[in-house]
Structures are given as structure tokens and as C-alpha cells.
């Protein structure tokens, strides 16, 4: 069993931060179950260990995190849903690659909830989608923009960090950053894509589809 905690309101990120590296050390030793933890942050950058500075353009626009988890910068804020995911990679085959791909997988489940064809692209971290209603691109191929960003952390063999999927956040806020160091596509959210999601609505689709990817069923577990 995986606990399942949903926080309400907006949480502080590096309180955020500290619960987790205390949750991975306990799931570590044995002494606490895996989990997943749904939460939002008031507006913030954070920065993985790929980041490159040139790619913060308003640096004076939201606090700015440096985190130790993968990836380049992101943007997290109100209306996007983070998962943080405290999982023992260790007992699910050391396979730090199949991890991350059941995580896009887990994604892409959900969104498929909504009629959504999630998809990822090589060499481009994160979850897409394609926008026939755009613009093509100067190259002549569909648009595409990114709906869910992917970043993770290990220690003693056990994941920390997670997802972030867009369901309704203030898109001009991830104009302060190159998101994930991407410049040339666009980001779009449940919303944007024209569908009236809730958060709630999410949270059911992500429950629902992470048994179907980890095998593992979720139970309500306690928030922090």
C-alpha cells in the first residue's frame, strides 16, 4: 500500500522539501510507508541541478529555489498540481530509467481521463501535447506545448520530487524562465486546452491511474 495525501491551500516549498527528505529516510529504513503527495505552492522557481542561469530570465519576478532533484528550471504556483512521489525504487528493480517512464506513463494515464494525448518526445523531458490549432512551427511541424513537467531525486534507492501537471495556472508566470531549458515550444494547461477540470478532477485521475502503472493501490494516508 502507498499512502495518498492531499494538502489543501499553499505550501510552503522548502517546508515541502525538508517533509520529503524526512519521509525518503523513513521509507529507507522501514520505518514509514512509500507515499504520494498532492500539493500547490504560491508562485516560485525552482532550479534542478541541469539548470542553467542564462535560462532564469526574470529572476525578480517569484522566489527562486535551488533544489537538488533532476531536471532544469520549472515554474509551480496555484492551479498546477505537484505530486510529490516518496517511492522505494529498490524494490520496484533498481531501474532508475523504467522509473522515470512509469512516471510519464502514470501522466499520461491521467490525462487520457480527459481526452488528453499526453506524449513524450526524446530528448525533451516532461509530457506533450499537440496544438493543430496553433501556429506551425518554422520548421513546418505541429505545434507542440508542454502540460506536465518530470524531476526527480534518489537516495538510499528511494525517489523524492515528482510531477507537476497543469491544470489551471496563470501561464504568463512561466514567462520568468526557459522551462526545462526549452525555448522553442510553448506550455498549456487542462484549461487552456479548453476543458473545465478541477483540481479534484485530477487528483481522482491521478489516484485511479496510479495502480494501473505502479501495481501498488493507494490508501489515505495523513497529511504533514
Not at 501535447?129 to 506551425?136: C, E, G, I, Q, S
Request: aromatic share 8%.
Amino acid at each position: 500500500m502507498v499512502d495518498w495525501i492531499i494538502t489543501d491551500g499553499l505550501t510552503d516549498y522548502r517546508a515541502a522539501e525538508a517533509w520529503m527528505e524526512a519521509r525518503a529516510a523513513a521509507v529507507a529504513e522501514g520505518e514509514a510507508r512509500e507515499c504520494v503527495w498532492l500539493v500547490e505552492h504560491p508562485p516560485l522557481y525552482t532550479a534542478g541541478t541541469s539548470a542553467k542561469r542564462e535560462d532564469l530570465t526574470d529572476p525578480a519576478r517569484f522566489p527562486v529555489y535551488d533544489t537538488r532533484r533532476g531536471g532544469q528550471y520549472t515554474y509551480h504556483g496555484p492551479g498546477q498540481r505537484v505530486a510529490y512521489t516518496i517511492l522505494n525504487v529498490g524494490r520496484r528493480g533498481r531501474d532508475v530509467r523504467r522509473f522515470v517512464q512509469d512516471l510519464e506513463h502514470w501522466v499520461i494515464a491521467a490525462l487520457d481521463t480527459f481526452n488528453v494525448t499526453g506524449e513524450i518526445r526524446e530528448g525533451r523531458v516532461g509530457v506533450w501535447v499537440a496544438r493543430p490549432d496553433k501556429p506551425l512551427t518554422a520548421a513546418g511541424a505541429v505545434a507542440e506545448d508542454k502540460i506536465a513537467a518530470i524531476g526527480i531525486r534518489l537516495r538510499k534507492w528511494v525517489s523524492f520530487h515528482g510531477i507537476s501537471i497543469n491544470v489551471e495556472p496563470d501561464l504568463s508566470h512561466f514567462s520568468g524562465i526557459v522551462p526545462c531549458g526549452i525555448s522553442e515550444h510553448g506550455v498549456t494547461s487542462l484549461v487552456d486546452l479548453g476543458l473545465p477540470v478541477t483540481m479534484d478532477d485530477v487528483d481522482i485521475a491521478l489516484r485511479d491511474s496510479f495502480a494501473r502503472v505502479f501495481g501498488d493501490s493507494p490508501s489515505t494516508g495523513q497529511a504533514p
